[in-house]
């Protein structure tokens, strides 16, 4: 009886797909699935597992910020799932309605795969992981829910640092990620360029230049092997030249965080102490405004007993 209990039994993944005909928990349930493997693979250590952990509560955060809401029992429709997923990782299920996710689901993805397979020269491995992601999810309309469709390298000597675009379905996820990005996650550099044109873009843009030696490129998921020019806009705030005549909304692009990267990782120190030390507080304050009213809107067509009160100075750190 066990042994044809255990023949019938469908593997975890087709448990989850048979629950969720919707594109975001079939891709978050998916990309959380597939970094609990590559961790598995990898071999699991104290980083990794927080990456997880962070991830995890971002998937659950932006789930339950969510035009539709989508809450854990829905992400992870399997029983047997949900338990052992809360058990295994507890703080992202007592956080997500209180803390506020500092990065998006996948950028976490993307920094788990970059620390696996990211040694090798020409980012192959790399590459095919993204590629089987971004065919494996599902499409809403003609976005992947939580899935970034671009990537970008930036090179400086023998070191890369990838960034994604920011993947939010919604204007209002778009803005909220990127005030706390601004506040709490991008080099000091790269956010004061940012918050320059965001939310309004009325002053004057603060530019910033990247040394001649350091190389930025940005690829499609679909098709690594074409080269994406940067938009009119990361022309503006990072002086990217052969820029496209398009664009995208400040801090969304992959050259955002990719960028962000090479500053932290060459300036070493620690840019966020930096920002508070230099009180910008006119900024500071900007973004909590915008955050706030963000917010408001993603809430307020709830009852008042289900609106979760969120603020941008408290952020999940597992
Ligand atoms: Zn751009």
């Given at each position: 009886m066990a042994e044809s209990d255990k023949k019938t039994k469908k593997s975890k993944e087709e448990r989850a797909k048979a629950f969720c005909s919707n594109a975001f928990a079939h891709n978050a349930f998916f990309l959380f699935n597939k970094a609990t493997e590559i961790v598995k693979d990898y071999g699991s250590s104290t980083q990794m597992k927080q990456i997880l952990d962070q991830m995890l509560h971002s998937i659950l955060f932006l789930g339950n910020i969510h035009f539709s809401r989508y809450l854990p029992h829905y992400i992870f429709a399997d029983v047997e799932m949900f338990h052992q997923t809360s058990e295994d990782f507890p703080g992202p299920f007592t956080h997500y309605q209180t803390h506020v996710a500092l990065r998006t689901p996948f950028s976490y993805f993307l920094e788990l795969v970059t620390i696996c397979y990211g040694h090798d020269e020409n980012d192959k491995e790399v590459e095919s992981t993204l590629s089987e992601i971004l065919h494996d999810c599902r499409k809403s309309g003609d976005q992947y829910p939580l899935i970034s469709t671009v990537i970008c390298i930036c090179e400086s000597g023998g070191s890369r640092y990838y960034g994604a675009s920011l993947?939010?379905?919604?204007d209002q996820e778009r803005e909220i990620m990127t005030a706390v990005s601004c506040v709490h996650v991008w080099h000091l550099k790269v956010s004061s360029a940012v918050m320059s044109v965001?939310?309004?873009?009325?002053g004057e843009p603060r530019s910033i230049k990247l040394p001649d030696t350091v190389k930025c490129r940005a690829y499609a998921v679909a098709d690594m092997r074409k080269l994406k020019p940067p938009c009119k806009r990361c022309n503006q705030l990072y002086?990217?030249?052969?820029?496209?005549?398009h664009s995208n909304p400040p801090?969304?692009?992959a050259e955002t965080e990719a960028i962000s990267n090479f500053f932290n990782a060459e300036n070493h120190g620690n840019s966020r102490q930096t920002l508070f030390r230099h009180n910008h507080q006119e900024e500071m304050q900007r973004m909590s405004k915008c955050f706030d009213n963000n917010m408001e809107k993603r809430m307020e067509r709830r009852s008042v007993r289900n609106r979760d009160k969120y603020s941008i100075n408290k952020v999940y750190n597992s």
């Open positions: 993947s939010c379905e919604g965001f939310p309004e873009d009325t002086s990217l030249p052969d820029h496209t005549n801090g969304n692009c």
